[in-house]
């Protein structure tokens, strides 16, 4: 590859221009100008997510993966794959709509019940006399002295980050601020009557949702939510765990590449709400433990390979600043504990605000993502148990051929009658793909259909099947009325995916049953959490036998009880108690090393036999 | 001045070349390049110490402050005030002995005694199992485990910055480490059997004292000094303030500046005593108030200006990584707390060192300085109380014609004989002026002699009187005898300059006295420190007037106090208690708003009646 030269890059129909030398792919020129494509193997030509068309101009010519990935049509239609494509000359490049990462649907409202705030941080109206030659304390201790004289609040201390602010702002003020105090700390002042706010945060792998909460009545201010900016690096944990082992920089790069996004979230929140970020003095932010580890710059290597142990798995408090938040000069930001390497502070919050540490019946609790978190509360038993299904990112849209998240065009319902197919996509536009819901949906109703059979076969001798590149498929939309004039298709190759997907959670459930000597009569009730839970049709997800038969279980889908939780660790005090018990009484279970694992995971990849008797 | 060229300017005897554009100073040139001239003023054109002589090529013409401030002669030969002198071409410059800042004589032992070790900080060995699948606790729980089973050491917790160290040297100690707890917070690993060590610093206007001590046993374990490197910012504090004032970035600068020479510091001492920086867990910095604020980047704009107050006045402590230093990933450093905007944690040192706060009998504590710090002990009375007096940096040479830092060459004992003239130099090389030691000395000598009378005029009529051009001199030195090959001498404006210095001294201690109510007979002891009044004559200070006539005071020269001050807070926690009751229980007396202040000033100055007739 000459990298001597560079070429002018334009991207379509964003209209984005760059520079770019010839030694740069497309990919990474394309991430370089700010705009994420689509990628669950961060550039290493495997995935096929970066889909691009080469409108005008040169590049280097189609390698062997281009030659498997895309067909000889795509091929000769221009289509390439951006990581695999270098320029050889200014070019033009068109980006279709599911390569792009942005514009997703993010889910961050949930139908969880509140909790009564307790709050950790006060604000405190105070007024000082100016100091004379008479009377020379210092800032600081004029402050304290009053603190103490007006509230009884002795022995206040700040940070030297606050410490730096405090002369300034009181002279500003001409002496009149309101001091936000956590416990003794002195964590921020801003002007009169400012209100102590806080920001709580799931940062997913895929999607960040953040709320600003006002920390002493608990109300939500404001709510936003953006696509994870890791995501150039990899969409799965462990591509972006070997980008830091690869690049030194890497684990820096990454931790800011998530800091800027969080500070665009806080200012979207606080103009939202006509705040300042100096009210801004707490933050909760919940994640896997891959996602707190890179955010806190904490070490991954020995959590990428075997025994995938977490660096630490106590909660952690940081101050802001290190994080390079733009938040009050000393505000703390609250990471809780983790329960494993594969289980982490996102799921203590989903247990948490999911009461599932204090119910009265047997609950199951389950957060399905490219690792699906299930976890028991069976009262009277000593603890909550927890495991983590490898269940890939299939009911995220990868590796699925028409797989896509959640984004305009996505199909996100299906039926299947005698008459054809019957579906909705998101945003009422021409079908692109399919997301998550519209799996599930799909899966479902090939098998009541009797499409596929209990194993997850085509019926080669049904006319409806077809035949693809990848063996039999059926046509869910044709290239016609596709918005991607391509034909949206489910293979034989997608229904495998998703076998092992759902093989992994069924398996991972009927271990944690069976480990806790719980029957699945005994199963009172089922938490579905998280976005995809959300969208779920459960009739769907138990017709393709997601779940083991659970025959007394009511299903409720709470959405993102992740956030929730964060937020409630934010207001109250008690909140982050129960959530370091949770953490501290859950028993984690690896999988992998129970006897009977790889039989349940073959057993659970079936369809169910009672599905077609019961329609 | 045109800015668009750039010449080459080498430095002699040091040989040291730099380019520097036109527009840039000699003074800043040689700054920029490393070498720190002399200066009082900041470059300012004022003080006259930047002397340099031009040996070849162009510069631009003397201006008004150099042809004041210069002799003819002294222009003729090319003598040029670095400040004032920007290269017209390629320039070769002389810089002499007098005008460098580095090799002065830095002391930093003292005589004081030591106390009973009560550290902070233990050392605990640990080993562990490392991790399977079937123990999969993340590392940082792995070892809290252990301490807590080991040592009963419970709910121990870390910073991040040590957090991201742990899993790293865990592995690469095979799972054996040196765990460094400060009461249950974990401030380092290091290899096993390291012990943990602390620095102490004196961190003064003009020097930089420090020692590395073990944290468990209380020894020292090596010593070292150097110059403050904000010295090329000015002298005194109020230029330094002024220029954090004028200069955005100075604040930051600065700060880093002592950050660097720190570093240097503790890179010397661990050499020295064979250590690592993993193990220096802790670190006490003292100094007087605006050496602190400067170091912790506080803000310093209302400590320049009256009433001259502190932004914090309490203890401050302060992550090193947060100031930059090279220690152990989660050290503190320890600040203590200040007396007012003009008496710093270096007197609290001082007081705390010299036992002032638990004397029997009544003690004046004395730092003379360009701020001389003032202390009464008086027993029975509920507080000590303390006083700073501007006395300038005449006992530093500054400000005297022929004045120096104790450096090579400096004059530090003198004695005025009928036959002539006695003198001990630093280094007993020729004499190239006359450090603070000296000077005291000089003026006793002179009044002694009666060569200045009681208001310490010249006797113009006593044939050893010259006469020079600030009047009456006395010739010390001639060129012919000196290290300058320029005559050494007394002035009449340098006589006057020591009085105004004398007569704040003096001014302060009878306030010391009487706003205390004590009697100059009921004074016991007189405590000396810091180093000029290390190297000080006593009989010599007493002969010219320093002190109030004590008739029953015992004079106690301690050195260094400060810095022993800052050892002992590092290696017992009742030091960092005794330092916080000082502060505490100390008054600060503003000296100016004293009603008798200008009167006893006045009276101060003169020399002291008894003298002659005590000879």
Known sequence: MRNDESFQIQFQPIGKRVTASSGVSLFEAARE????LASACGGEGNC??????????????????????????????????????YPLSDVTVQIPRESLITGQRLQIASDLQEIEPEPMIRAYAV??????????RPDFTRMADELAKTYGLHDVYATTSVLRTI????RANDWRVTVFVHDREIVGLAAPEKRPLGFAVDLGTTKIAAYLVDLETGADLAAAGAPNPQIGYGEDVISRLNHVYRNSEGGRVMAAKVQETLNDLLNELTTQAGATPEQVVDACIVGNTAMTHLLLQLPVSQLAKAPYVAAVGTAVDVPAAELNLTMAAGAHVYVPPCIGGFVGADHVAMILA????????????????????????????AFLTSASCASGPAFEGAHISDGMRAASGAIEKVRITPAGVELTTIDDVPAVGLCGSGIVDVMAELYKSGLINQRGRFDKENRRVGNGRFGSEFLLVPASHSGSSRD?????????????????????????????DTTPEEVDEVIIAGAFGSFLNVKSAIAMGLFPELPNAQYKQVGNAAVIGAKWMLISRQARQRAEQIAHNTVYNELTVYPQFSRKFALGMLFPDSVNSEQ
């Not at 007024?127 to 020379?136: A, G, H, K």
């Not at 002369?167 to 009181?170: A, G, K, Q, R």
């Not at 998703?498 to 069924?506: T, Y």
């Open 127 to 136: 007024e000082l006399i100016s100091p004379t030659l008479e009377d020379i």
């Open 488 to 516: 949206v298709t489910i293979t034989q190759k997608d229904v495998n995916e998703i076998q092992l997907a759902k093989g992994a959670i069924h398996a991972g459930l009927q271990i944690l049953l069976e480990s806790t």
């Open 354 to 381: 999911s009461d599932l540490d204090q119910h009265d019946k047997i609950v199951l609790g389950v957060d399905i993502g490219t690792n699906t978190e299930i976890a028991i509360c069976k009262p009277g038993a």
């Open 48 to 85: 096929g997510q970066c889909r691009i068309v080469l409108l005008s101009g040169e590049a280097t010519p189609p390698n062997f993966d281009e030659e498997f990935i895309l067909s000889e049509l795509e091929l000769k239609q221009g289509e390439r794959l951006a990581c695999c494509t």
């Open 33 to 36: 100008s700010g705009i994420d």
């Open 167 to 170: 002369s300034t702002i009181l």
